[in-house]
């Protein structure tokens, strides 16, 4: 059985007749590599990172005053782990994009 794939990539220009067998295992074989892709962007979508306090407040612009406020008020409310106030980048992230500022 030929290697669409190969053959594709070494002769882009190429007019082939292909066999619905062979069409088939092309078409399983790029879902299958978009859904691994999906999946793996989906898992690192999922994959959280955590700041200090300091980092937070450096790349929000604002004081560590100000993060114990906004926590306050339910603004930005950081969670434990491991007995140290952190926030989740996700968060952080959110605020920056609104453009907001309390």
């Known amino acids: 059985?030929?290697?669409?794939?190969?053959?594709?990539?070494?002769?882009p220009s190429l007019n082939l007749t292909v066999q619905a067998g062979e069409l088939l295992e092309m078409v399983n074989y790029c879902v299958m590599t978009t859904r691994?892709?999906?999946e793996q962007q989906l898992a690192n979508a999922n994959t959280e990172t955590y700041l200090t306090r300091k980092?937070?407040?450096e790349m929000l612009d604002?004081?560590?005053?100000t993060l114990w406020r906004w926590n306050k008020e339910n603004y930005l409310c950081p969670i434990e782990i491991g007995g140290k106030r952190k926030y989740e980048l996700s968060e952080v992230n959110k605020i920056l994009r609104k453009g907001e500022t309390l």
């Open 36 to 38: 691994k892709e999906l």
């Open 1 to 11: 059985m030929v290697d669409l794939i190969k053959v594709a990539k070494e002769c």
């Open 55 to 57: 980092q937070t407040a």
């Open 62 to 65: 604002v004081d560590l005053s």
